[in-house]
C-alpha cells in the first residue's frame, strides 16, 4: 500500500462546476501539505501549501487538510477550461528537508 | 526571475550507458531536490542537495547520484542504465532545505532502448 493514494480519475467536469480533489494518507507524522498542478509534459507547478490541519483559500482554491481522518482536499470553484490538467498532492515530515511525498495524480479535465 | 532550469530536455540512451543531467536553480536557491516520475510509480523522491551537501536520499540503487557546486548548481548521474530508467527526471529547488515550498524544472526526458 502506497503512503499517499490519490484517485487518478480522470474525472470531468462541465465550464464552472466546483471540483473535489482528494488524497488520503497513512503515515500520521507528516506536518506539511501541498497541492501541485501538472500541465501535460511540463513540471508540476505548486498551488497551495498547508501547515498542520485547517483551511487555506487563494482565489477560486481551497486547501483543506483533515489530520484526525490522514485526508487532504483541493477545492476549485468556478473551474475553467484552463484548471485541465494532473493534481498532485504531496507531504512532507517536520526535519523532511525536501523530500516530498506525492500521490499520483488525478488527471482532471473541465469541458465547455 | 528565472526559474529551474534543467538540461538536455530530452535524450535517449542505450542500455549499459550513463547519463548526466544538469539543473541550475532559482536564483538564490541553495537547495536542490532531484524527483523521478513514471506512470506507474509516480513522483519519487532521488535525493536533496544543500550547500554541496547531500542531506536527504530516497530508495534508489547506488547507481543514480548526485552533487551539487559552490554556485548551487546540480547534477545527477545513472550509469548503467537499465530500460526501466526511462522516466521524466525532474529537478526542484528552494531557498533553503526544509522548505517544503519547492519549484519544478521542466525536467529531462530519458528514454533508454
Known amino acids: 500500500q502506497k503512503e499517499v493514494e490519490q484517485d487518478p480519475g480522470p474525472l470531468s467536469v462541465p465550464e464552472g462546476a466546483i471540483v473535489s480533489l482528494n488524497c488520503t494518507y497513512s503515515n500520521s507524522a507528516f506536518q506539511y501539505f501541498m497541492w501541485y498542478r501538472q500541465y501535460s509534459r511540463k513540471g508540476p507547478e505548486l498551488l497551495m501549501y498547508?501547515?498542520?490541519?485547517g483551511n487555506k483559500e487563494d482565489g477560486r482554491f481551497t486547501a483543506q487538510v483533515d489530520k484526525s481522518s490522514k485526508y487532504i482536499s483541493l477545492f476549485i470553484r468556478d473551474s475553467q477550461p484552463s484548471d485541465s490538467a494532473t493534481y498532485l498532492c504531496a507531504m512532507s515530515l517536520t526535519g523532511g528537508g525536501n523530500k516530498l511525498t506525492f500521490g499520483t495524480g488525478t488527471q482532471l479535465k473541465v469541458e465547455l | 526571475k528565472a526559474g529551474v532550469t534543467q538540461t538536455p530536455r530530452y535524450l535517449i540512451k542505450t542500455r549499459g550507458q550513463q547519463v548526466t543531467l544538469s539543473c541550475s536553480p532559482i536564483?538564490?536557491?541553495?537547495?536542490v531536490s532531484w524527483y523521478q516520475q513514471t506512470p506507474g510509480q509516480g513522483l519519487q523522491f532521488l535525493f536533496e542537495y544543500f550547500s554541496e551537501t547531500q542531506r536527504n536520499k530516497g530508495n534508489f540503487p547506488g547507481r543514480f547520484s548526485g552533487r551539487q557546486f559552490s554556485n548551487s548548481r546540480s547534477e545527477m548521474n545513472v550509469s548503467t542504465l537499465e530500460l526501466g530508467d526511462s522516466a521524466l527526471y525532474l529537478c526542484a529547488s528552494s531557498l533553503n532545505t526544509g522548505e517544503n515550498t519547492i519549484y519544478f524544472g521542466e525536467g529531462s526526458w530519458l528514454t533508454v532502448v
Open positions: 536564483s538564490g536557491h541553495r537547495s
Open positions: 498547508t501547515y498542520s490541519s
